[in-house]
């Protein structure tokens, strides 16, 4: 069965630390995979999308990386800031037969605290 | 650009009511999206449509639901009629493909409350 795990499920930290997400998969096969971050009563705006053969995407403090081996992708926060508070969604996608197919994760809630 | 516009932002309606949302995609996308988020189930695409036809609707929930697209500038999602359940907020989205290299941009959602 496709699924797409998130950890932690929530995560508090201090402004200016460094943070990092994870988001394990079991979607097979795999097209690509977007992370994206989503605040408080607004729409999801994406970080990075990554196809299996990408290791690692970047976007300003924002770093993801991929491991299509293991299944396994993190998105990892440097110097964290106030309004990095937000959930961090993961999305997995296929195409299957033509038809592209995406499972979300759960996604993780973090606060950055001043 | 203005990005994708979606209304009304909230609605609360009674139980048997139909409730219609709407969408406006962002000019010269072929791809739109609805989506359903709460906070049990988190993120479901419920359908996708490429160049006003629809593509894959395997996650419309059931028949009370229904998504038209009749122009390249406009998309509804509609549910008749409506159930306490299906409070959620609803997202419209699009981009220009659905694969790697194009990104999805969401709009700021329908906030819908059926009581």
């Known amino acids: 069965k496709n699924q797409v795990e998130q950890s932690p499920q929530s995560l508090i930290i201090l402004e200016g630390k460094n943070c990092t997400l994870q988001c394990n998969y079991t979607v097979s096969p795999f097209s690509n995979l977007r992370w994206y971050k989503q605040d408080t009563g607004r729409g999801p705006v994406s970080l990075t999308i990554?196809?299996?053969?990408?290791n690692t995407k970047s976007n300003g403090r924002y770093t993801a990386t991929l491991d299509a081996d293991t299944k396994q992708s993190s998105l990892h926060i440097t110097a964290s800031q106030l309004s990095d508070s937000a959930s961090y969604i993961c999305?997995?996608?296929?195409?299957?037969?033509?038809?592209?197919?995406?499972?979300f994760g759960t996604g993780t809630r973090l606060k950055v605290l001043a | 650009d203005a990005g994708v516009i979606q209304s009304p932002r909230h609605e609360v309606t009674e139980m048997g009511q139909e409730v219609t949302l709407r969408c406006k995609p962002i000019s010269g996308h072929d791809y739109l999206f609805w989506y359903r988020q709460t906070m049990m189930r988190g993120l479901e695409l419920l359908i996708y449509f490429n160049n006003n036809v629809p593509i894959d609707d395997s996650g419309m929930p059931e028949d009370r639901f229904s998504a038209k697209m009749p122009n390249a500038s406009f998309s509804t999602l509609k549910i008749q009629p409506s159930e306490p359940r299906d409070s959620a907020v609803y997202f419209c989205a699009s981009s220009l493909g659905p694969g790697w290299g194009n990104t999805i941009y969401f709009g700021e959602g329908s906030w819908l409350t059926v009581v």
């Open positions: 999305v997995v996608s296929w195409d299957l037969s033509g038809t592209y197919k995406y499972i």
């Open positions: 990554m196809t299996f053969s990408e």
